[in-house]
């Protein structure tokens, strides 16, 4: 029988499209086993919709310099003393905010707060989501991140962590993410800036969120996708060095606003005191 040369263009076209059908339900299952998806299920939250201190179920406060720590000036030689008083932390209408404050304080002259859910809330994968305004000015360094359960025993960088959203007063137009483990920590963890066009991140709110499954870390701003780690990231990162310490423990929350030392550098003469990271809530899927 012959065949014409549109007869064999339409057998080509179905036999494409049989292919591509064939393929999909071939793999109709790969929606369940993909690395990262979009989580919905809320597990965890706080919406800071009561005013005073902090609310005790969700957070703990560290207090000090570092110094009782074993890690004065918190291992990066920063200035501020950690206290729970309201002067430095509280909610109030609708936000948590942590404020910085210049002021001679057990031996500092600085004073900040930081707030972590170790023994509170602690999870091993899914999305973790904050909308955050951050200070500005030479010398804040706000962040938003995780660190591993298990540092009290296993000391970091062994413990991992994994830094959500980390700024630099003095480059309002930009934020970054880090991951920190063996091999790979301070200044040779992993990281990746986003910057904003034509706007800044202290003059507004924006949603800093992590997708975060066994084999693969994504992080974004506003919902954009940004950056992504994975085992092969870190290989190839540190030349088969580091290990993937990412999918053998629950993390927990820390939020803090640190100041100075050898990241971001010191305040100058320019910086404002006091300014508050305002926190508008913290969301935690799976």
């Known amino acids: 029988m012959k065949i014409n040369k549109d007869s064999k263009l339409n057998m080509m076209k179905y036999s494409s ?3 591509l059908i ?3 339900i071939l793999s ?9 998806v979009t989580l919905d299920n809320l597990v965890w939250a706080d919406e800071f919709d009561i005013d005073g201190a902090p609310n005790p179920e969700h957070w703990n406060f560290e207090i000090g310099d570092g110094t009782d720590q074993g890690i004065p000036g918190w291992g990066n030689n920063e200035l501020q003393y950690y206290t729970d008083r309201p002067q430095n932390v509280k909610v109030e209408n609708g936000v948590l905010l942590i404020t910085a404050r210049q002021e001679s304080f057990q031996g500092n002259n600085y004073t900040s707060a930081r707030l972590t859910t170790q023994n509170l809330f602690e999870q091993k994968y899914g999305r973790y989501e904050a909308r ?6 030479k010398g804040y360094w706000p962040a938003f991140w995780l660190l591993g359960n298990d540092c009290d025993v296993n000391p970091w960088p062994a413990c991992g962590e994994i830094d959500i959203m980390e700024f630099l007063g003095d480059e309002p137009t930009s934020v970054f993410s880090t991951i920190h483990g063996p091999q790979y920590s301070g200044a040779e963890s992993i990281s990746k800036a986003y910057n904003l066009e034509n706007d800044r991140f202290d003059t507004g709110f924006h949603v800093y969120g992590m997708e975060w499954s066994p084999n693969r870390i ?12 994975t085992p092969e990231d870190v ?6 060095a580091g290990n993937w310490i990412f ?5 927990y929350i820390i939020l803090n606003v640190a100041i100075g030392g050898n990241l971001p550098g010191n305040p100058n003469s320019e910086t404002v005191f006091p300014q508050s990271m305002v926190v508008d809530y913290v969301r935690v899927y799976n």
């Open 247 to 251: 999918n053998d423990r629950p993390f």
């Open 22 to 24: 064939l393929m999909c």
């Open 235 to 240: 290989d190839e990162e540190t030349n088969g």
């Open 28 to 36: 109709c299952d790969l929606d369940e086993t993909q690395e990262v």
């Open 17 to 19: 499209i049989f292919l």
């Open 132 to 137: 955050i305004k951050v200070p500005y000015g």
């Open 218 to 229: 994504n992080f974004y701003v506003d919902d954009v996708l940004y950056h992504t780690l």
